[in-house]
């Protein structure tokens, strides 16, 4: 299993910063994709934005420009630089993790794993 232990989040005023950082342990062969997802209060869970292992990343277009996702490979992290917040970027923040693990019988399967999430209010 893969385990995730998110961090970083708070309370922020309007234009500030914020780093959210991922740590992803376990057993683990190999991540591919690694990103995060928000959740508002009475809203669905919506793609912030996601880094594959080659590179490329993803955003939502609410938050382009003012995030940057960012990864550590060889310490299986993943950070989000969140800056210029906005009261609707309140929510929140999930760990999102694509792995491949130790499967039966000496198999390898692919996992999909989120983390508890993490608050990040933006409020004056």
């Known amino acids: 299993q893969v385990q995730l232990v998110e961090s970083g989040g708070g309370l922020v005023q309007p234009g500030e910063s914020l780093r959210l950082s991922c740590a992803a342990s376990?057993?683990?062969?190999?991540?591919?994709?690694m990103g995060w997802y928000r959740q508002a209060p009475g809203n669905q869970r919506d793609l912030v934005a996601t880094?594959?292992?080659?590179?490329?990343?993803n955003y939502a277009d609410s938050v382009k420009g003012r995030f940057t996702i960012s990864r550590d490979t060889a310490k299986n992290m993943v950070y989000l630089q969140m800056d210029n917040l906005k009261p609707e970027d309140t929510a929140v923040y999930c760990c999102?993790?694509?792995?491949?693990?130790?499967?039966?019988?000496?198999?390898?399967?692919?996992?999909?794993?989120w983390g508890q999430g993490t608050q990040v209010t933006v409020s004056s």
């Open positions: 999102y993790v694509e792995a491949e693990i130790p499967g039966p019988r000496g198999t390898k399967v692919d996992t999909v794993t």
């Open positions: 376990g057993s683990i062969f190999s991540i591919y994709t």
């Open positions: 880094i594959s292992d080659s590179g490329p990343t």
